[in-house]
């Protein structure tokens, strides 16, 4: 058994690992073309500092564990296609399953290895995936200036005893001193209480306050006035964490898993909708277990008998069946946001089906075998 396993391992593991390495380096490729329209963009930080090709490297490599982690799937299922048809059309896999491998032992082989992969997946794009992705933003943001938070910046909610602040930070410098933060502040009717500006301030969690600069401080106390304040410094005391705001720096399906139930926690005691975020809480589960789906819909291809000698035609039908179950993935995620469906059913729907499906096709194929 040991020796079926080597065999079956070592031939999907060479072609997935090749699969992958030709995949990231022409998405690699792709990011570098991208990058070299920056080339010799001064430093905002460093006035002896510009954006050199290094820097550009640099930035490639940041993004390849967010570009392993998108292409591990596929590259699992066509490096196992290819594997098997291989195995297959040598007569190989013939061989083995006269000599005792069973559908059953089969299964569970291939099993075993897309769980591999699918917990080598998960490390990548929780932890790797996400620092990685935070330090390319830091670091373009040398030659930047600030990182620029959408188009309307990050929004976060806080609600207090007798009031509620709504609060928006427009950009984060490379340091991590907010940039444009506007707060929003209410009181337990709703109504408008105060509105502040500060061109500049940072976060300090462990005494839980904002330190805020240049602010002006628009309170409305009286119906009838307006009062304006203007001051240098102002501690504006919250709960809200620099965690809660790198957050916004990241799309939802960069975030850490840990980081994506947070924040969803934190939506969820504000009242605020958390849909969005919770089923790509679910995908993130159910993404790194599409290795596994991947593999099971690769195994039909070891029963099927041919001696053509291209495997051309397997590994394309082994591609189009990829794309249609990521096609899948990301229409269900977006039809149940739209619609109110479970974020679980949203998320977990495609691999269900696509699971099922190859354990028909398999089933199909070694009965009428």
Known sequence: MKTVRRLIYGEVLTAVTFVLVAFLGLFSFFDLIDELDALGRPSLLDAQRSYALRDALLSVVLQLPSRWYELMPIAVLIGTVYALARLAQ???????????????????????????????TFAVGDYVAPLAERYAQLHKAQFRGAISIGRTGAWLRERGADTQASVNVRALAPDGELRDVRLYIFDGQGRAREWVYAAAGVIDGAAGVWQLRDVQRHRFDDPQHTRVERLPELQWPSTLTVEMLHVALLKPERMRTLDLFAYIR??????????????????????????????????????????????????????????????????????????????????????????????GAFAWLVLRR
């Open 90 to 120: 040598g007569s190989e896999f013939t061989i083995l399953r006269v000599s005792g491998l069973g559908p059953g032992r089969a299964l569970r082989l291939m099993a075993t290895l897309g769980a591999l992969f699918a917990l080598l």
């Open 266 to 359: 934190h939506l969820q005691s504000n009242a605020q909708a958390a849909q969005r975020y919770e089923i790509e809480f679910w995908r993130k589960l159910f993404y790194p277990l599409s290795c596994v789906v991947m593999v099971a819909l690769a195994l039909p291809f070891a029963y099927l008998h041919f001696r053509s000698p291209g495997l051309s035609g397997y590994v394309f039908a082994g591609i189009m069946i990829g794309i249609s179950f990521f096609l899948l993935n990301s229409v269900f995620g977006q039809i149940g946001n739209l619609n109110g469906w479970r974020p679980w059913l949203a998320a977990g729907a495609p691999s269900v089906l696509y699971s099922l499906l190859s354990l």
